[in-house]
Nanobody, 127 residues
Framework: QLQLVESGGGLVQPGGSLRLSCTAS????????MGWFRQAPGKEREGVSC????????YYTNSVKGRFTIARDNADNTMSLQMNSLEPEDTAVYYC????????????????????WGQGTQVTVSS
């Protein structure tokens, strides 16, 4: 079965940190551009951060630059998102996705369906 599974979400206070993980099964993650997306209630889905196949190019939306770090481990078939200095505005369901063709910037800035999506993990930033 081809799937992506996210983990690591939860409730954290403002200023805290969380690390999200995305694990691929049934396919080789190393052949895909990967990305993290989020959707808050009443808002459109947003591309948060994306990483190219060889991880030498990363893209971050402006609101998370300097706070979030994306990384991938092709040998382990995983991707992560380290989130520091979390703010209430970061509250959303976070999804990972994979695409075989797009660049990291294209993937994060296009609002479209990608071949693979995870089921999402809730991140809540609140005191």
């Amino acid at each position: 079965q081809l799937q992506l599974v996210e983990s690591g979400g939860g409730l954290v206070q403002p200023g805290g940190s969380l690390r999200l993980s995305c694990t691929a099964s049934g396919f080789t993650l190393g052949y895909y551009t990967m990305g993290w997306f989020r959707q808050a209630p009443g808002k459109e889905r947003e591309g948060v951060s994306c990483i190219g196949i060889t991880d030498d190019y990363t893209y971050y939306t402006n609101s998370v630059k300097g706070r979030f770090t994306i990384a991938r481990d092709n040998a382990d078939n995983t991707m992560s998102l380290q989130m520091n200095s979390l703010e209430p505005e970061d509250t959303a369901v976070y999804y990972c996705a994979a695409d075989p063709v797009l660049t990291a910037q294209e993937m994060c800035t296009m609002n479209r369906e990608f071949p693979f999506w995870g089921q999402g993990t809730q991140v809540t930033v609140s005191s």
